[in-house]
């Protein structure tokens, strides 16, 4: 079972501008940090760049991009691309460390995963941000909430736990 993790704002679903986050909500990122770290974050090779295209530590980071490779990477890198979702989903069954993998996003990536996320980490920002990005238009009803969280600082939002009905 894969884990989505995402932030957006609760009305548009907006989740990105000039491939950037259009906020900064600091609570947030830490609850990012400590909610990955130790596993694997998997994302698309446009999240890659806007995070400046280093992996974030601690954390292997597989990238999906159907033109880069992972040929001029040092050994040992945190850092691996793939070219197809078959072949994340192939290596995943491979491996047996124990991992959380984490799909993080873009919105395509999103799309491209959907169907094989069974828990999803939603921080719904209630508070509308202009964006370019939207997270892509999906039956949230094929989840029920698990657990929430609500938090005011610095604006309004909810850290939600979502659980895959039927799973
Ligand atoms: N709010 C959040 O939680 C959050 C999280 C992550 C990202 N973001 C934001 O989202 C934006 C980026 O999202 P995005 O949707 O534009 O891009 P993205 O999903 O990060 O990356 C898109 C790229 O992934 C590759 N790709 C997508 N589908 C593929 C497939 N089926 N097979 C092979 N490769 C595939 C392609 O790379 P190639 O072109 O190289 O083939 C494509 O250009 C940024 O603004 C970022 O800040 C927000």
Not at 11 to 21: A, E, T, Y
Not at 24 to 37: E, Q
Not at 144 to 151: D, G, I, N, S, V
Request: net charge neutral; proline share 4%.
């Amino acid at each position: 079972m894969l884990s989505g993790i995402v932030a957006m704002t609760r009305h548009s679903q907006v989740m990105g501008k000039d491939n950037q986050l259009p906020w900064n909500i600091p609570g947030d990122l830490k609850f990012f940090r400590s909610t990955t770290l130790g596993h694997r974050i998997i994302m698309g090779r446009k999240t890659f760049e806007s995070i400046g295209s280093k992996p974030l530590p601690k954390r292997e980071n597989w990238i999906l991009s159907s033109q880069h490779c992972s040929d001029n990477l040092s050994q040992g890198s945190d850092v691996r691309y793939f070219k197809t979702k078959d072949e994340i989903l192939e290596a995943i069954s491979l491996d047996s460390s124990g991992k959380k993998n984490f799909i993080i996003g873009g919105a395509q990536i999103f799309q491209v995963f959907w169907k094989e996320i069974g828990e999803f980490f939603v921080t719904w920002i209630d508070h509308d941000y202009e964006g370019d990005i939207l997270f892509p238009k999906v039956n949230w009803d094929e989840f029920h909430l698990q657990q929430e969280r609500r938090e005011i600082d610095p604006i309004p939002h909810s850290f939600c736990h979502l659980l895959r009905k039927n799973l």
